[in-house]
């Protein structure tokens, strides 16, 4: 009977595969493939690995502590790690197709979707990315005043926990009900353990002040679970900050240099995985994601 797994030694590698972003997607799958024996690459941007888990999730909820092991276990098979290596303009994305046998694109989503609101462009108007960023890395120590957090996902608490946290008068408004809140249960309970305050059916119409944000005006909705009716009764909250956490959209840089316009002209040796391949934009989708995108690599490179 033939052995159910051929062990490939030396430089003989099954098969060479690029894998751009090392968030848990481009992690999970760099592994499932350098145990394949397959020569891996990954190309990261930051000069810290770990995706989103590295610069986004606040301190207080997740530490740091484990993304380091998961590293060294990827180094231990060989797997390369280039960081401060952004794919795009300096590096294009099409060096990586011809020089691998398959590219696997876990970039993430790094772009705070923006709402064509007037007054979008004031000071301390702030979107999630920066925000939690410059928390993260200490460049935010204190907030005064009240800061309105505008989103109802986990990174829209998470946005808010921090204002508390920082000194803020924390208040979370979402446009739907809170029923309709994308945020998971217990993460709404833990902002209002924290002393948030989450106030529902408020839908950003403006955002007012001269050089500085001075207050929000909203339209209040109406409607259960994730109906969104409007109601045309404005209100205006005064407010220090506005914390934009609605949504997250694909940086298209990492297209810059090459002939590709957009992802979905990308040759079928281009494989997407994590929250850019997914509608659920999970810890666990980007694995399961990065599971599938290892089997699909793995049948390029046998065919
Ligand atoms: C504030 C916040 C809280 C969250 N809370 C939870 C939670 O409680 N539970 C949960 O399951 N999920 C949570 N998530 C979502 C989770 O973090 C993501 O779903 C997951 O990190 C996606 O993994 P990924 O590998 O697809 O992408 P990412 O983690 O975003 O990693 C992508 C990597 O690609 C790199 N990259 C991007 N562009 C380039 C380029 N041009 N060249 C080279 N490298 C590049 C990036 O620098 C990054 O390191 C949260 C997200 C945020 C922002």
């Known amino acids: 009977m033939p052995p159910a797994v051929i062990f ?10 690029a894998i751009i972003g090392s968030g848990p997607a481009g992690m999970h799958a760099a592994l499932l493939l350098a145990r394949q024996n397959h020569k891996v690459e990954i190309f990261e941007k930051e000069p810290k690995p770990g995706g989103m888990l590295q610069y986004y999730l606040p301190k207080f909820r997740f530490t740091r502590e484990g993304i380091r092991p998961k590293v060294e276990s990827l180094e231990k098979l ?29 970039p993430g989503e790094w772009v705070a979707k923006v709402p064509r609101l007037h007054g ?51 208040i979370v408004a979402y446009r739907r009900s809170r029923e309709g809140m994308p945020a998971d249960l217990d993460e709404i309970a833990a902002a209002e353990k924290d002393g948030v305050e989450i106030k529902d059916h408020l839908s950003p119409v403006q955002f007012r002040g001269r050089t500085e944000l001075e207050s929000l005006v909203f339209e209040k909705t109406k ?19 506005a914390i934009l956490a609605i949504g997250q959209q694909p940086d ?23 929250d850019i391949a997914n509608e659920k934009k999970l810890i666990a989708t980007a694995i399961a994601s990065a599971t599938a995108a290892a089997e699909k690599a793995n049948k390029i490179v046998d065919n």
């Open 78 to 106: 060989g797997v390369k790690i280039h960081l401060n290596t952004k794919i795009g303009i300096d590096k294009p994305l099409e060096g990586l197709i011809s020089k691998f046998d398959a590219v696997i694109l876990a």
């Open 223 to 241: 409607g259960a679970g994730r109906e969104l009716g409007m109601t045309g009764e404005q209100v205006e909250i005064k407010a220090d900050y």
């Open 120 to 170: 979008i462009n004031l000071e301390k108007v702030v979107f999630w990315t920066e925000f939690l960023r410059d928390y993260n890395e200490g460049k935010l120590n204190s907030l005064e005043g009240k800061a309105i957090t505008i989103g109802g996902g986990n990174t829209a608490m998470d946005c808010a926990r921090v204002a508390k946290r920082l000194g803020a008068e924390s």
């Open 8 to 17: 490939v030694s030396g430089s003989d590698f099954v098969g060479k595969i």
């Open 252 to 274: 298209p840089s990492i297209l810059e240099g090459s002939k590709y316009n957009s992802f979905k002209e990308l040759p079928d040796k281009v494989i997407l995985a994590g």
